[in-house]
């Protein structure tokens, strides 16, 4: 997928608390391991994991570009995933 990587205000301030890299930001939509559709908030959700943690990207489609809306590492990857799929709040694309 080739899309330029945009970060949104919010996306900005959490990349900086949470330590985030932009690089993984950037593998994460470029290349993820999981995608999901978030049917709640309208955005998709890429799963990479990178150094023995999982990265979650929250991003829209914006013309040609990823627009950025949250991000956030994780240890619980496979109890987060069972949660969102089994409320109906995510749906696996890939």
């Known amino acids: 997928m080739k899309l330029s990587v945009k970060l ?5 301030e959490k990349m900086q608390s949470r330590g985030v890299k932009e690089a993984d930001i950037s593998a994460a939509i ?3 391991d999981s ?3 978030d049917l709640e908030h309208q955005t998709l959700i890429a799963i990479k994991k990178i150094n023995g943690n999982s990265i979650i990207v929250a991003y829209k489609i914006e013309g040609n570009g990823a627009k950025v809306i949250t991000l956030f590492y994780t ?6 995933i069972r949660a969102k799929v089994a409320r109906g709040a995510w749906k696996k694309q890939k």
Do not use: F
């Not at 949104?8 to 900005?12: G, L, M, P, Q």
């Not at 240890?75 to 987060?80: E, G, N, S």
């Open 35 to 37: 995608l999901y559709n």
């Open 75 to 80: 240890t619980k990857l496979d109890k987060l």
């Open 8 to 12: 949104s205000i919010h996306a900005k």
């Open 30 to 32: 470029k290349k993820p």
